[in-house]
């Protein structure tokens, strides 16, 4: 039995002294042994952290005590330990870098749609389903008939308009992998004259959750150790080739040069007549990592200390 878990939240509300908040959550982080990251901003906080069952049962009782995260949903998945290793806690100015700034989805964002919900009117007519997170994302799994955009990061977001264009008089559902960037990315859309905009509260996450994620295709790409998740349990397929051989693969690894690290799926038979490498060149790169048949090389831990920034003793 697993006796861990992951969860994944957000929640657009104010915070009136981002520092002094972070101080006080971070220190109620090491106490629970918690490891992962969270941002916290005036405009809210977004978060995804490790921990065991009991841990992260006490967490989530902790952010919901406070009154400003009383519409906080949490994720939460089943893993057999960590999927971190280390604890960030920062303040930054946004809790998901948007260059939408001035949008407030409080005040005003696409409509929520539940995982049931999504599910029922995504194959309508007349709708379109809206990925909104970045190609290597939606390289590795989108929902069916999926509108993708060419993306590297959601800053980008609004230079890609142009391409949204001829869907402005059509019913749009937009997803990502847990929510938060279709806060902003719906009430952008509503912003530039989109007038039917709805978004899948909790993200590909939730629907996994409870809608089983029929026709999530390939898997999801996720922040943590793992990854990419398992997604659907109803109608599996994989989407996603070899960076080496083209052949149809979803296992995602880092190329074994560390200068080069590129991130692509590679199939199990490239991996080891490769060595774990992208290319020739990066094969014979002379720090090239040793293989070891997983292509994930974990971050070293030197100089890591989880009471950075904490003032009290
Ligand atoms: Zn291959
Ligand atoms: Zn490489």
Redesign the pocket.
């Known amino acids: 039995m697993d006796k861990y878990q992951i969860l994944l939240y957000y929640c657009y509300t104010h915070i009136a002294s981002p520092d002094e908040y972070r101080e006080e959550h971070h220190l109620k982080c090491l106490d629970l042994g918690l490891l992962g990251r969270i941002i916290i901003a005036e405009e809210g906080i977004n978060g995804t952290v490790s921990g065991t069952v009991e841990s992260c049962c006490a967490y989530m009782e902790y952010v919901k005590s406070d009154r400003r995260f009383t519409s906080l949903d949490f994720k939460i998945e089943s893993h057999d330990g960590h999927a971190f290793q280390k604890l960030y806690v920062r303040v930054k100015p946004e809790i998901v870098h948007s260059s939408l700034r001035h949008l407030n989805p409080v005040t005003r964002t696409g409509i929520h749609l539940s995982p049931k919900q999504f599910k029922e009117l995504k194959d309508q007519e007349d709708v379109v389903v809206l990925d909104v997170r970045s190609n290597y994302e939606h390289q590795v799994g989108r929902f069916k008939n999926a509108v993708t955009i060419d993306m590297e990061n959601f800053r980008d977001f609004p230079e890609k308009m142009k391409e949204l264009e001829h869907l402005k008089n059509k019913k749009v559902l937009t997803y990502c992998t847990g929510g938060i960037k279709c806060e902003k990315a719906s009430a952008y859309l509503l912003e530039q004259g989109f007038k039917d905009v709805y978004q899948l509260h909790g993200g590909i996450i939730k629907y996994g959750l409870e809608e089983g994620g029929e026709d999530f295709e390939g898997k999801c790409y996720v922040f943590d150790g793992r990854v990419v998740a398992d997604i659907n349990k109803v109608n599996p397929v994989i989407i996603s080739t070899?960076y080496?051989?083209g052949?149809l693969?979803d296992r995602m690894v880092n190329c074994a040069n560390p200068v080069c690290n590129r991130h692509e799926p590679?199939?199990e038979?490239?991996g080891e007549k490769m060595e774990g490498a992208c290319s020739e060149e990066c094969k014979e790169h002379p720090e090239k990592r040793p293989y070891d048949g997983t292509g994930s090389y974990p971050k070293e831990l030197n100089g890591y200390d989880p009471y950075l920034h904490v003032k009290r003793s």
């Open positions: 070899c080496v051989c052949t693969s590679m199939c038979a490239c």
